[in-house]
């Protein structure tokens, strides 16, 4: 592994250590360019203010919104990360079709992201995290 590759892998890490903990102003710090693609819902965020007001929606359903790390690596511009997604129901959860009001119960979803890196550089310039867009609705029950 090179050097560029362990910094990348350090940016991934502190980049989803301090999204759980709400350190937006950090999070976005570990980008070049604030840009989201939600692969399962097709959702994209692009720029700070976006990436924000997505922050900002994501963790009313789930203020307590966690990540666990499965693996890790690196190769060429990408870092590629498989992780448990959890979290607790405290908040309104839009579903097609509905709102659901808070269950209070909790979920753990396996998923997978990339982060993609502008060429030479430890600042991230995509975030893409793949994912069944009903996992958390079936993993609480509301599906």
Same mark, same amino acid.
């Given at each position: 592994m090179t050097d +560029?590759?362990d910094r990348?892998?350090?940016?991934?890490r502190?980049?989803m250590?301090?999204?759980?903990?709400?350190d937006?102003?950090? *999070?976005i710090?570990?980008?070049a360019h604030?840009?989201?693609?939600?692969?399962?819902?097709g959702?994209?965020?692009?720029?700070?203010?976006?990436v924000?007001?997505?922050f900002?929606?994501s963790r009313?359903?789930?203020?307590d919104?966690?990540?666990?790390?499965?693996?890790?690596?690196?190769?060429?511009?990408? *870092?590629?990360?498989?992780?448990?997604?959890?979290?607790?129901? +405290?908040?309104?959860?839009k579903?097609?079709?509905?709102?659901?009001?808070?269950t209070?119960?909790?979920?753990? *979803?396996?998923m997978?992201?990339?982060?993609?890196f502008?060429?030479?550089?430890d600042r991230?310039v995509?975030?893409?995290p793949?994912?069944?867009?009903?996992?958390?609705?079936?993993?609480l029950?509301?599906a």
């Amino acid at each position: 592994m090179t050097d +560029l590759q362990d910094r990348r892998i350090a940016t991934v890490r502190d980049h989803m250590a301090l999204e759980v903990t709400h350190d937006w102003d950090a *999070v976005i710090a570990t980008f070049a360019h604030p840009r989201y693609e939600l692969l399962g819902s097709g959702a994209v965020f692009d720029g700070e203010e976006a990436v924000r007001r997505y922050f900002a929606a994501s963790r009313v359903p789930f203020p307590d919104q966690g990540n666990e790390i499965i693996a890790i690596a690196a190769a060429g511009d990408t *870092v590629l990360v498989e992780f448990w997604l959890t979290g607790t129901h +405290l908040g309104p959860l839009k579903v097609p079709g509905r709102t659901v009001e808070a269950t209070g119960k909790t979920f753990r *979803v396996r998923m997978a992201a990339t982060f993609e890196f502008a060429p030479g550089s430890d600042r991230i310039v995509c975030e893409r995290p793949y994912f069944d867009t009903g996992a958390v609705a079936r993993a609480l029950g509301i599906a």
